[in-house]
């Protein structure tokens, strides 16, 4: 819907295409979220074609529309402009479908190119910092059991503990949000909205009274050395992807100063820890789009990097995408950290420019 709304009717005809597939499969069984029905798809379905240059497809679904609703006039008129065109042979001719040249986002190439593959990180024997350890943070609660560590990106700063949570913390998670899950908005320069550019549902857990949401708190302030109390904190954000769910390449952080992320009145995100709670068959990673590098889902990892620099100034080089999910139901779970309550925490440095 999302595509043909923008006259994508490449990426239109692949979707719909697919949901009449389901409709036909499941017969009326199949009855989709928003309440789409097999009719609206091949409506949807016969104009994408037409748009494309396949009358001849346009025509068929046309008529098939019309058995189920013969009282249809635009179906009726649809189709005897389509047999006219046939007929005139003054259609142009199907050349195949072509991609349509984004023009909303400066950074497709390389963001679809990271949602294929994996980029290039350096490997640890190009780059002896990029090493793997058992890391306890001199925590004592680390201790006994430190957290395994995979240094993944030096500028920006991004790391990967390997699991960081369990499976039953994950399903704990997963249940506690499940009735809470709206679609995702995202913020504007001054107010929350919906955008085809992030595209998945999600949930606040708000307050800590879940066992497990404390727990994860306390993990995270014990591997970061940071404040995650709310509001310096904000609550656990729990996201679900469905198949094509998507977050397109966006900061983290405000660009903005009156961007709803200062509504806390803790300043700006200086951080973010984002935990798989799932894993995907295919699709789905998070890429890094300046750094070069995606982090394939992995489940019960979490990725934890820092947004600003020590001076406070946003770092462009952690524009991050979630990549669409090809098969399977992703889940991730946000935790944001914000400025104020780190100022010990996270010292700034005696070169303002770092
Ligand atoms: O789902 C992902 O991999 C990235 C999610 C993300 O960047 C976000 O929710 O801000
Ligand atoms: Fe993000």
């Known amino acids: 819907q999302v595509a043909y709304d923008q006259e994508d009717y490449y990426h239109s005809v692949h979707w719909l295409e697919e949901s009449v597939r389901l409709f036909r ?3 009326s069984k199949w009855s989709p979220e928003n309440e789409g029905t097999l009719h609206d ?6 104009f994408s074609h037409f748009k494309t240059g396949n009358i001849l497809h346009a025509l068929s679904l046309s008529q098939e529309l019309l058995l189920y ?20 042979n003054s259609s142009k001719p199907v050349n195949g479908l072509k991609r349509p040249s984004s023009k909303y986002l400066r950074t497709r190439d390389t963001y679809e190119r990271l949602c294929r593959t994996r980029g290039s990180q350096p490997t640890h024997f190009e780059n002896p910092q990029l090493f793997c350890d058992n890391f306890a943070n001199g925590h004592p609660g680390l201790l006994l059991r430190p957290a395994r560590r995979e240094t993944l990106s030096l500028q920006p ?23 809470g899950l709206r679609r995702s908005v995202v913020a504007t320069r ?4 919906t955008a085809e550019y992030r595209i998945s549902k999600s949930a606040w857990l708000k307050g800590s009274a879940q066992s497990a949401v404390s727990r994860l708190d306390q993990r995270i302030s014990m591997l970061t050395g940071l404040n995650v109390q709310h509001p310096h904190g904000e609550y656990l954000q729990v996201v679900n992807y469905g198949i094509g769910g998507h977050y397109e390449p966006h900061f983290d952080h405000a660009t903005s100063p009156s961007s709803p992320v ?12 984002m935990i798989y709670l799932s894993s995907v068959e295919a699709g789905g990673s998070t890429a890094f789009i300046y750094a070069n590098f995606s982090v394939p889902v992995m489940k019960n990892a ?8 020590r001076n406070g100034r946003g770092d462009p080089d952690t524009l991050h995408a979630g990549c669409p999910v090809l098969i399977g139901d992703k889940w991730v779970a946000n935790k944001w950290i914000h400025e104020y ?7 700034c440095s005696l070169n303002p420019e770092e």
């Open 41 to 46: 798809a091949l409506d949807h379905l016969a």
């Open 157 to 179: 700063y991004v790391v990967l503990y390997h699991d960081f949570i369990s499976d039953t913390e994950a399903e704990e998670i997963k249940h506690h949000a499940q009735l």
């Open 302 to 309: 979490a990725i934890f990097w820092w947004n600003l620099h």
């Open 25 to 27: 499969r499941s017969g």
């Open 190 to 193: 001054d107010k929350q909205v």
């Open 69 to 88: 609703d013969p009282s249809n006039r635009r179906v009726s008129q649809n189709i005897n402009k389509y047999e006219k065109l046939l007929a005139s």
């Open 341 to 347: 309550g780190q100022e010990f925490l996270r010292r």
């Open 262 to 273: 200062f509504k806390l009145k803790t300043g700006n995100r200086v951080a973010t820890v």
